[in-house]
């Protein structure tokens, strides 16, 4: 089984300054992770995917986050907000056993202000 | 880029009434799937379609809900009786395959139950 926290409900920044939403995932199989984004009214849009390949993983819109098997984590970063980053994010596992179902965190809600 | 579209953005049903929720999965794809999200809660699976049959269902998925593929391009869920419980946003996903393959969402459909 699989399961993820995402250990802020709510982020609040200044444009220009760094984004850190954090993850924490449980899986009983080297799992494959993903962040999604979902703008109000709007499907949810990949950001980025970690598969076991580099554990530094890059994505769309300046969005990056780090694999740490040790820590289980699965943070999402950015260096510098900018106000179109405001909206809501999920981290998401991928188990690997079954046919493709994901497991979604709680989400955390991005507020970026000027 | 390729999309899912889903029809209706949003459908008020009166309870006890049938409801079909009705996805266009990229066309190359080969899975397909269908989640919910109850308002101020996760995104939970509900089930995922492979060669024409479910490939993966959740405890929420009971003998209210089924899945078709009616044609090569359409992929319905439909909910017999609907419940005041029912009413979410349902989303509809496809991927290429399983493993390490993301899965593309449509915008949505809001079910509001009456």
């Known amino acids: 089984a699989q399961s993820v926290t995402q250990l802020d409900s709510h982020v609040s920044v200044s444009e220009g300054t760094p984004v850190l939403l954090r993850c924490n995932y449980s899986?009983?199989?080297?799992?494959?992770l993903f962040w999604y984004v979902q703008h109000p009214n709007k499907g949810l849009q990949l950001l980025l995917k970690?598969?076991?390949?580099?554990?530094l993983v890059k994505g769309i819109n300046g969005f990056e986050a780090e694999f740490k098997k040790s820590e289980t984590s699965f943070h999402l970063t950015k260096p510098s907000a900018h106000m179109s980053d405001a909206a809501e994010y999920f981290c998401?596992?991928?188990?690997?056993?079954?046919?493709?179902?994901?497991?979604f965190g709680q989400g955390t809600i991005l507020t970026v202000h000027p | 880029e390729p999309e899912v579209t889903q029809t209706p953005s949003h459908q008020v049903t009166q309870m006890g009434q049938e409801v079909i929720l009705r996805c266009v999965p990229i066309?190359?794809?080969?899975?397909f799937y269908w989640y919910r999200q109850i308002l101020g809660q996760k995104v939970e699976f509900l089930v995922s379609?492979?060669?024409?049959?479910?490939?993966?269902k959740s405890e929420i998925f009971d003998d209210q809900f089924s899945v078709e593929r009616p044609d090569g391009s359409n992929f319905t869920l439909k909910i017999r009786s609907t419940k005041l419980e029912d009413s979410a946003m349902y989303f509809c996903?496809?991927?290429?395959?399983?493993?390490?393959?993301?899965?593309?969402f449509g915008d949505g459909t809001r079910l509001s139950i009456l």
């Open positions: 066309s190359n794809h080969l899975y």
């Open positions: 996903a496809s991927s290429e395959l399983t493993d390490n393959q993301p899965q593309h």
């Open positions: 998401v596992v991928h188990g690997g056993t079954s046919y493709g179902k994901l497991t």
């Open positions: 970690y598969t076991s390949a580099a554990t």
């Open positions: 379609f492979y060669n024409n049959e479910i490939s993966e």
């Open positions: 899986s009983s199989y080297s799992p494959s």
